[in-house]
Each structure stands twice: as C-alpha cells, then as structure tokens.
C-alpha cells in the first residue's frame, strides 16, 4: 500500500471538489441576481473577480483541510472522521471565503446572504464528502479484497509471537504478517517465517516494505524492550508491542485495528492530528518572521563575534532528532575554536572554553536563534525536547532506555526539561530533563506548547539562561 498515492488522491479529489463547488456557486449567484443562467453577460466569465477567486478557493480550502489534519494519516480515516472533518472544514471555508472575499451584489435583502452562505455551505459539504467517501470506500475495498495491506513483522519467535501473528491474521482486515526477526533462541513459529534476526533489521524492512512492527516476546525486560525499540524508530515505522501489566493498568493499551488483541502504539502522539498539522504551521510562519526580523541582530551578534575571537560566526553539531536521524543543529559559536578537540565535553557555567561574548549570548539563549532556520526546515520545532549527541545519548540510555520514546515527536528549541533543569552539564540532570521531556510529550498540546513559550521568554528577558 502506497500512502503517497492514497495522499495524493485525497488532495486532488479536494481540489477538483472545490473548483466544482466554486463553479456551481457562481452560477447560482448569477441565476438568483441576474434571473437567468445566460444573458449578456457569461457565467464563465462574469466579473472581475471570477478567475483569481476560482484559483484563490481550492487553494484556501486545501489550507484548511491540512490544518484539520486529515492528510496526516490519509490510510486511517474512517467514514466517521471523513463526515466531522468534511463537516467542519466545510463550515470554516463558507464563512471565512464569503465575508474574505466581500461580495459585491447589490444587498437587496440580508436574507440573500443568508441564503447564499447556505448553499455555499452546502455544496462543500455535500461534494466533499461525497468525493472522499468514493476514495475511502475504494481504499476499504482494496484492503478487503488484499491488494493493499500493511506489511508487518513481529519481532519474536516464542509462543506470543506465535500467537499474535495469528491473532493478526485472522483479525485485520489491512495487516499483513510477512515474517518474524528473531531475538534470542527460543523458536515457536514456522523456521521458514523467520526472515533473520535483529542486526539485519534494516535490510529486513526494506526487502519487505514494512510499514509496522509487533514486538511481542516470551521474556523481555524493560532494557530489552527499548532496547528493541530503539533498533525500531530510526526506520519511521508504526511500532506495537504487547502491553504489561503497568500499560493495561494505566491506560496505554488500546484495542485498535487488531481486534480482540490489546497493543500499545508506542510512535503514535498524544495530539490530535489537527492541533500537529496546527503546531506545524505555527513553526513554519514564526520561524520566516523570526529569521526576517532579527537579520540586524543577527549581523550585529556576527560581528561581535568575529571580534571577540577567531574562529566562524555560526557552529554547526550533529544532533540526532526525529525518528532517531542525526542533523546539523546550527547555533552561534560562543566557545573558542577548537575548544573540544574531538572529544565530546559538556558545559557549565563558569566553563573556560566559553568566549566572553559567548557568555552573553548563553545567558540571554541568544545562541540559539539560528537554530529557527533548523525549524523552517522541519529538523526541530519551536517547543519539543532538546536534541542531544549520540555520545551522551549512548550514556543516557544505559540510565534511561526509555531516552527513545522522544524520538517519535521532533526536537525543540524549547521545552520543559529546559526550562526546569536548564544547561545539563552531567548525565544525572539529562535524565533528569529527560523525564520532564517524557511529562512533556505523554501532555502534549498547543496550549501546553504556548505555556512553555511564555516560560522561555521569561528566562530569556531575565538571563537565566545558564
């Protein structure tokens, strides 16, 4: 199953959707004002404003219907969600399209605006809905009938794995069972199933094109757990395993597309898709105007820089962020050049390799600006959990094996970890910001992300920063 191509075709049936619908109102304009559908003036061509509104339209409604975020996980939809989505975005489009554009018949009575909000309404809703109902019911059929499914392996060879397969098997409509990755020597599957063990995980998911994993294990531990998991996230997979006592007991097992089978979704957020397609969008339009705004201040910081020491303006360090992917976070150099020789060296305050002007743009997180371009780019967002380098990650896994789980959301400029802990110049206070980050993310949502801001502005006016 091609997500791309289910993707794909949502957003070109919406944009047709929404050039027929602006059509179909333009002539029903035309046929109430003028009382005749064709006259001396046509339809398709009526007044000034008629073709840019005909591009304007689809587009704004596409807008909308991103933000509602239903093209995050077009192959999930159901009917329900396809009727509130549809519903909902149909409402936001008539009324914000019709008073945005200002209309310009003559009022003979309100209750013509009324009535053509109505049937702008209508329209939307009626041929949306009824668009993607048509692909959603060809997408079930295909899953029905398997000419889509959802590869997926188990990781495990024992009785559960065994098990679970069958469950899987026999229960989903859209999951197709490929194999088994062994992990240790016990065997209760078909040998032939097995596809090869852990190291060759890679060269596993892609032969096969997995799309998720079950890791559901005789005898694990919590280390071996993560540890799997781990393994897992750097390939931007759905990933299950089978709950424990302390997932049922709390709530995270959920009984979803398995059936009977309980799972816990361990890449799925706690947002809703509309408030990440939201957060998203906030990033992008805060970091152009950041980057905008501040170039005098970035020119002027470049400078002082320059002057206060020899060495680049900006510092560029691999970090390792979103599904476990290193990229370079971009900061402006505050050390001496040179100042770690290759060997990995945290800071404190009073740190001697910290330059005199570095202290100041430390103090006030000044440093950190540059780091909106790494944003714009989707490397990190506004608020998430500090990147770290994979040589304290490696240290704090042995602490913490549970560091993964914040690789299913991106890393952030800010979070609470940050703001509670600040710099973490030992490996004892980065699981100690990790486990704020862990809070952070299990209560993720657009009003916690404008708390943290205002938090982080707080410190910043005051030079808390280190």
């Known amino acids: 199953m091609n997500k791309k191509k289910l993707l794909i075709r949502y957003l ?98 309100y209750e013509y605006y009324y009535y053509s909000l109505l049937v702008l309404f209508g329209l939307q809703f009626l041929l949306t809905y009824l668009a993607r109902t048509f692909v959603w019911t060809e997408t079930r059929n295909n899953y029905r009938t398997k000419r889509w499914k959802i590869n997926t392996i188990i990781i495990g060879t024992g009785q559960k794995a065994a098990k679970m397969a069958e469950e899987v098997e026999k229960n ?5 069972v490929v194999g088994f990755v062994a992990v240790d020597n016990i065997i209760a599957v078909d040998k032939e199933k097995i596809l090869g063990h852990l190291p060759q995980l890679e060269n596993i998911i ?24 781990n393994a897992l996230y750097r390939y931007n997979i759905d990933i299950r395993f089978t709950p424990r006592v302390y997932e049922i007991l709390t709530g995270s097992a959920r009984i979803g597309s398995m059936g009977i089978n309980p799972l816990v979704n361990i890449t799925q957020l706690n947002m809703s898709d509309w408030e990440i397609s939201v957060k998203r969008f906030i990033d992008i339009v805060i970091s152009v105007v950041a980057l905008i705004l501040m170039i ?52 404190s305050a009073d740190d001697e390799r910290i330059t005199k002007i ?18 714009l780019k989707g490397e990190m967002s ?22 993964c789980l914040l690789y299913k959301i991106r890393p952030g400029l800010t979070s609470w970890g940050p703001i509670k802990i600040g710099y973490s110049d030992t490996i004892e206070k980065m699981v100690e910001r990790l486990n704020y980050d862990i809070i952070y993310m299990e209560n993720m949502s657009l009003l916690n992300d404008i708390k943290i801001l205002i938090l982080t502005l707080e410190i910043i006016i005051k030079g808390k920063g280190v």
Request: charged residues 20%.
């Open 12 to 109: 070109t049936y919406d944009m047709l959707t929404a050039m027929v619908v602006w059509m179909l109102f333009m002539v029903f304009r035309k046929t109430v004002n003028d009382a005749q559908v064709f006259g001396s003036v046509n339809i398709f061509v009526p007044n000034f404003n008629y073709f840019s509104s005909l591009i304007i339209y689809p587009f704004t409604c596409l807008f909308v219907h991103y933000l509602s975020g239903f093209y995050l996980q077009p192959e999930k939809k159901t009917q329900v969600k396809i009727i509130f989505s549809s519903l909902i975005t149909s409402a936001i489009i008539s009324i914000s399209i019709f008073f945005a554009l200002m209309l310009d018949d003559i009022v003979v009575s």
């Open 172 to 176: 989903s409509k859209k999951n197709h």
């Open 206 to 229: 892609q032969a096969n094109e997995v799309e998720e994993a079950i890791i559901s294990l005789d005898n694990a531990d919590e280390q071996k757990l993560f540890n799997y998991i």
């Open 296 to 347: 005098p201040m970035f020119i002027y910081f470049a400078i002082a820089i320059k002057r206060d020491s020899k060495g680049p303006v900006f510092y560029k360090q691999e970090r390792i962020g979103r599904h476990g992917k290193p990229f370079d976070i971009l900061k402006f150099r505050t050390m001496y050049q040179g100042a770690e020789n290759g060997v990995p060296k945290l800071s």
């Open 358 to 375: 570095g202290r100041i743009l430390r103090k006030y997180r000044i440093d950190e600006l540059p780091q909106f371009w790494n944003v």
């Open 382 to 403: 506004l608020v998430g959990p500090r990147p770290e380098r994979k040589y304290y990650i490696n240290q704090i896994i042995e602490e913490a094996p549970y560091y």
